[in-house]
T-cell receptor
Framework: NAGVTQTPKFQVLKTGQSMTLQCAQD?????MYWYRQDPGMGLRLIYY???????DKGEVPNGYNVSRLNKREFSLRLESAAPSQTSVYFC??????????????FGPGTRLLVL | GIQVEQSPPDLILQEGANSTLRCNFS?????LQWFHQNPWGQLINLFY???GTKQNGRLSATTVATERYSLLYISSSQTTDSGVYFC????????????FGKGTLLTVNP
């Protein structure tokens, strides 16, 4: 049981390049999330998917797109990378528990540097 | 949006000491979680605790929802407790949109 996996672990881009961050979970969770973590800012929600086939904006969605490919996979795409998108990106998932979906489980993160 | 404030921002302890971390939030919440981010960056869920008290080994947490704060207690600290502790909350109606505090950086020295 791998939990939440993310690829790649590290990426360097030039301004204007595009890339897709991949996330997969094997816990049969309904909900998946993308966060970014910047120094001194904590984690901020970019997009989430409450269930397969749905996606919604979080706190900082500008410059990103997401795809919930199936129940297991949730990808984050940067169409035209900017230096302000240099950050550590975390994927998370949560599943049905008594009273609703609660505990979120995080992947190891992807470190992205945009030059 | 909801505001989450954690204190202290930094804490240095000697191994074996006890500590209390605090999380204040500005609105009623239906989801409150504590996370530990280790020095390698991995985020581990410690507690889901929108109200009441829970214990897990040397760690325990208490949330007083009516007074809008939560406390994380670490007893007999070990060097492996080092890292950043985050509190995260979401408002009633949605468990999905967690808002994180800026964290408390804990350093436990041998």
């Amino acid at each position: 049981n791998a939990g939440v996996t993310q690829t790649p672990k590290f990426q360097v881009l030039k301004t204007g390049q595009s890339m897709t961050l991949q996330c997969a979970q094997d816990m049969n969770h309904n909900s998946m999330y993308w966060y970014r973590q910047d120094p001194g800012m904590g984690l901020r929600l970019i997009y989430y998917s409450a269930s397969e086939g749905t996606t919604d904006k979080g706190e900082v969605p500008n410059g990103y797109n997401v795809s919930r490919l199936n129940k297991r996979e949730f990808s984050l795409r940067l169409e035209s990378a900017a230096p302000s998108q240099t950050s550590v990106y975390f994927c998370a998932s949560s599943g049905k528990e008594t009273g609703g979906e609660k505990t979120q489980y995080f992947g190891p993160g992807t470190r992205l540097l945009v030059l | 949006g909801i505001q989450v404030e954690q204190s202290p921002p930094d804490l240095i302890l000697q191994e074996g000491a006890n500590s209390t971390l605090r999380c204040n939030f500005s609105d009623s919440v239906n989801n409150l979680q504590w996370f530990h981010q280790n020095p390698w960056g991995q985020l581990i869920n410690l507690f889901y605790i929108p109200s009441g008290t829970k214990q897990n080994g040397r760690l325990s947490a208490t949330t007083v929802a009516t007074e809008r704060y939560s406390l994380l207690y670490i007893s007999s600290s070990q060097t492996t407790d080092s890292g950043v502790y985050f509190c995260a909350v979401s408002l009633g109606g949605s468990n999905y949109k967690l808002t994180f505090g800026k964290g408390t950086l804990l350093t436990v020295n041998p």
